[in-house]
């Protein structure tokens, strides 16, 4: 009999107490009993009453108005177009017949009487046709809408007349600019987020949202001209995010064709469950589910059938039932082969890359870029302190609506300190009388040893980076040549592993800089203007007052929360006076 939509099926089901029998045959009653009342008032087939209102998702109200201009379309064209065929009056002095195509043309008396008598006719004839218009004026203008060629949909011409007072306002009204294809559309035709007065068109923003769907997290699904909402300022607001997403999907339901619009629900379904906090990915297979469970650490994978732990979101081991977390990992250390082989590159891969917004983790080095872009759910974020990549006009500071994608990264993030040297890198944590690995680990020297055939023994990084070739992004060991007292890494990764430590202690870099880079962090922060001017005061006088500024004004507060830092070998069993649990922080 017909297509139901997924909306109706719920609301039949709903209705009915979720018995699936009554629902279907109430549900093909209502269509029945909708498609013959149609048929019987526009007198159209009953075939065509059920193809248009499977058109319309079941929504009788727009299949009449669908239907409605579909039957009145050819007489209005028959009426605008009498004029193109002319009026024959004869000239009360010559008798020459006189032809009118344009009715607003007015020469001499007699012409001014056919033009008259004509625009009467025309104007009787369209209030007999087409109801609701209102009175004669309104008649009168959609005339001369139509005449003046303001547009040639007649539909459109009738609504600004109902809408408008004068030509000018319909005019107006018929011709407002897209603000993305820039060409001129009917008010009616232009549509709104809800969010701003952006006008555009159906078009552009129908193809806004078909991008969106295919590429973007939900966070990104905003107004194509100014990107409002701003969604990653709000997304912990529940409630926003909640009718946000409600009105954004009543919005797409009239937009989108029904295949793209179930697209949607499935990525809104996705997004609401992977910021539930029983959801978890596999690290075997990379496959999401929710541990119904939460107090159990040993969870399944329904797709792969392999164990994981709940809590640290390791591969699962034997080793590792009834230890908590900590202890399974200090076991790691003192019995795993392969483990102390990898030394810290094992450690920095258990604290790889999560992302903030669906929870997945990546094993990998930050590497030299710390822009990161979440294969799950297109989330871009700073893989150094989790806070999001936002365009110029997204992130609300006026002087960045010219910049391109960037990220308001803290003072303390990799991407600020990662141009410090190890000395200094070093330093901060020395002075915090925080323990740190300078040595590789006994397995590492002994299988570099092994593998040098009696030559001087050269330990490689074995960190792992992801890499990008032309378009294609692949994962790779760094393999490079490491230093004396860099703990088996290479350079720039062990100024990762020193970074990683401090913000795992939560420390702040802000005592340990000079004058010069504590005004930078003033500048990132646009706060030039009130930072104390230097006067009669010494360096070191000023750089004190600047210091106590940054760290009033600009407080430390980190989007990627401070965990505990696995240090391993024998450094992490000296350091548990300063080492700190998750849970503690």
């Given at each position: ?28 009653k209502?269509?029945q ?45 028959r ?6 065929q002319?009026?024959?009056v004869?000239?009360?002095e ?5 032809m009118?195509?344009d009715?607003?043309?007015?020469k ?28 004669v ?13 303001v ?42 987020t ?6 555009v068109?159906a ?5 806004h ?15 194509p001209?100014?990107?409002?909402p ?7 607001d ?5 009718n ?15 295949e ?17 906090a029983d ?9 999401g ?11 399944v ?7 994981s ?10 080793q590792?039932?009834?230890k908590?977390?900590?202890?399974f990992?200090?076991w790691?250390?003192?019995?795993d ?8 590159a ?15 983790r ?18 871009e ?13 997204e ?50 020297v ?8 009696g ?15 032309g ?15 860099h ?12 970074v ?14 000079t004058?010069?880079?504590l ?19 010494t ?7 600047l210091?106590?500024?940054v ?31 998750s849970?503690?922080?």
């Amino acid at each position: 009999v017909c297509s139901i939509t997924r909306d109706e099926a719920i609301l039949c089901l709903k209705a009915c107490e979720m018995d699936p029998v009554r629902a279907h045959l109430n549900v093909v009653k209502e269509r029945q009993k909708n498609a013959a009342a149609i048929s019987a008032e526009l007198s159209v087939p009953i075939e065509v009453a059920h193809r248009e209102l499977s058109a319309a998702d079941g929504d009788a109200e727009r299949t009449r108005r669908g239907l409605a201009q579909q039957l009145l379309a050819p007489t209005l064209d028959r009426l605008w177009n009498l004029c193109d065929q002319g009026c024959s009056v004869a000239s009360s002095e010559t008798g020459e017949v006189i032809m009118y195509p344009d009715l607003l043309t007015r020469k001499t008396p007699d012409e001014d009487l056919a033009v008259g008598k004509y625009t009467q006719r025309r104007i009787r004839a369209i209030m007999a046709e087409i109801p609701g218009l209102g009175n004669v004026s309104k008649a009168e203008l959609a005339i001369r809408i139509h005449d003046d060629e303001v547009t040639d949909a007649v539909v459109d011409v009738v609504e600004a007349a109902r809408q408008m007072g004068c030509l000018a306002d319909a005019t107006r009204y018929l011709k407002v600019e897209c603000q993305i294809c820039y060409t001129d559309h009917p008010h009616s035709r232009i549509l709104s987020t809800g969010h701003c007065q952006c006008h555009v068109c159906a078009g552009c923003l129908r193809q806004h949202y078909q991008v969106c769907i295919r590429e973007y997290n939900l966070i990104r699904f905003n107004c194509p001209v100014c990107s409002l909402p701003n969604v990653l300022q709000m997304v912990d607001d529940k409630e926003f995010l909640q009718n946000y997403l409600g009105n954004l999907d009543i919005f797409l339901r009239n937009l989108l064709p029904g295949e793209e619009h179930n697209l949607f629900h499935q990525k809104l379904a996705d997004f609401t469950l992977r910021r539930s906090a029983d959801f978890m990915w596999c690290p075997h297979c990379s496959n999401g589910f929710v541990n119904e469970i939460p107090d159990r650490y040993c969870v399944v994978c329904p797709a792969c059938h392999k164990a994981s732990c709940f809590r640290c979101k390791a591969k699962w081991e034997e080793q590792h039932e009834g230890k908590t977390c900590e202890q399974f990992q200090r076991w790691k250390r003192e019995n795993d082969e392969d483990y102390q082989a990898r030394g810290l590159a094992a450690h920095m891969a258990q604290h790889g890359i999560t992302c903030p917004q669906c929870k997945y983790r990546y094993e990998l080095s930050r590497g030299a870029c710390i822009h990161f872009t979440c294969s799950q759910c297109k989330h871009e974020f700073c893989s150094g302190c989790d806070n999001p990549f936002m365009r110029g006009e997204e992130c609300g500071r006026p002087n960045h609506r010219t910049m391109g994608f960037h990220c308001h990264c803290p003072r303390d993030c990799y991407s600020r300190l990662r141009d410090s040297t190890v000395a200094e890198l070093q330093n901060i944590l020395a002075k915090s009388e925080v323990e740190f690995r300078t040595q590789p680990t006994d397995v590492q020297v002994q299988q570099a040893q092994e593998a040098s055939d009696g030559e001087d023994p050269q330990i490689k990084c074995s960190i792992s980076e992801q890499k990008q070739d032309g378009g294609r992004m692949f994962d790779e060991l760094c393999d490079k040549e490491t230093a004396e007292g860099h703990a088996g890494l290479c350079e720039k990764h062990y100024r990762e592993y020193l970074v990683q430590v401090i913000n795992s202690r939560a420390l702040d870099p802000a005592p340990f800089m000079t004058a010069d880079q504590l005004f930078v962090v003033v500048r990132q922060n646009e706060l030039e203007d009130d930072a104390p001017e230097r006067g009669d005061l010494t360096e070191a006088q000023h750089r004190d007052v600047l210091l106590e500024f940054v760290q009033e004004r600009i407080r430390l507060t980190r989007a990627k929360s401070a965990v505990g830092f696995d240090l391993g070998g024998d450094a992490a069993h000296d350091s548990d006076d300063h080492g700190t649990s998750s849970d503690e922080n």
